[in-house]
């Protein structure tokens, strides 16, 4: 049984440029949480997805970011018009049911914005 | 809202028992988590607590007070490999059911 599995692992993109993230939950898992970690710090609530629906999108920000999950296919976290701000280490988490015992990450993805 | 708050970093030696503290404030509580995460690698689940007392797996023990919002993890027989980051996650009780995290204990091992 697979694991929670995230794409690309590192993405490099330019100021102004596009970055799309991938995630596919463990197999059975229709929950979905997206969160952000910058160096030397905690990870950062973004987003709660669970199958075409956005459930908590207290932590995105106002604008740029957005998030889905729909019903075939992986979970895309996309930022439009990155800035060098956006560079951090984006997890996504999966779970079966909203209220699970853990949370399964995935390895992330690395963004760096040049 | 949530707030939580655990030592920044922590300094043990091998074979030695460590207690890494946790803090926190929340408007609904509905259970607090430890993770492990090693630099540059996802976070893996050490324990869960929901109810007050000490929960014990392995060399891994977790205690929890509502009544004090307060937790710690207790690391036993510490080896290097116990070298990492240690977060401690709070879950609300909405609907949500999202979990709030720390900013992580960085827990050094030495020979």
């Known amino acids: 049984n697979a694991g929670v599995m995230q794409n690309p692992r590192h993405l490099v993109r330019r100021r102004g440029q596009e970055a799309r993230l991938r995630c596919s939950p463990m197999?059975?898992?229709?929950?979905v949480y997206w969160y952000r970690q910058l160096p030397e710090e905690g990870l950062k609530f973004m987003v709660y997805?669970?199958?075409?629906?956005?459930?908590?999108e207290s932590g995105m920000p106002k604008e740029r970011f957005s998030a889905e999950f729909p019903k075939e296919g992986p979970s895309i976290l996309r930022i439009q018009q990155v800035v060098r701000g956006d560079s951090a280490a984006y997890f996504c988490?999966?779970?079966?049911?909203?209220?699970?015992?853990?949370?399964?990450f995935g390895s992330g993805t690395q963004l760096s914005v040049l | 809202g949530q707030n939580i708050d655990q030592p920044t970093e922590m300094t043990a030696t091998e074979g030695a028992i460590v207690q890494i503290n946790c803090t926190y404030q929340?408007?609904?509580?509905?259970?607090l988590f430890w993770y492990q995460q090693h630099a540059g690698e996802a976070p893996t689940f050490l324990s869960y607590?929901?109810?007050?007392g000490l929960e014990e797996k392995g060399r891994f023990s977790s205690f929890l007070s509502r009544s004090k919002g307060y937790s710690y993890l207790l690391l036993k027989e510490l080896q290097m490999k116990d070298s990492a980051s240690y977060l401690c996650?709070?879950?609300?009780?909405?609907?949500?059911?999202?979990?709030?995290f720390g900013d992580g204990t960085t827990l050094t091992v030495k020979p």
């Open positions: 996650a709070v879950r609300d009780n909405t609907n949500a059911g999202k979990s709030t």
């Open positions: 607590n929901v109810l007050d």
């Open positions: 197999k059975g898992h229709s929950h």
């Open positions: 997805l669970q199958k075409e629906n956005i459930i908590d």
């Open positions: 988490a999966s779970s079966p049911r909203g209220n699970s015992e853990k949370l399964f």
């Open positions: 929340t408007s609904g509580f509905n259970g």
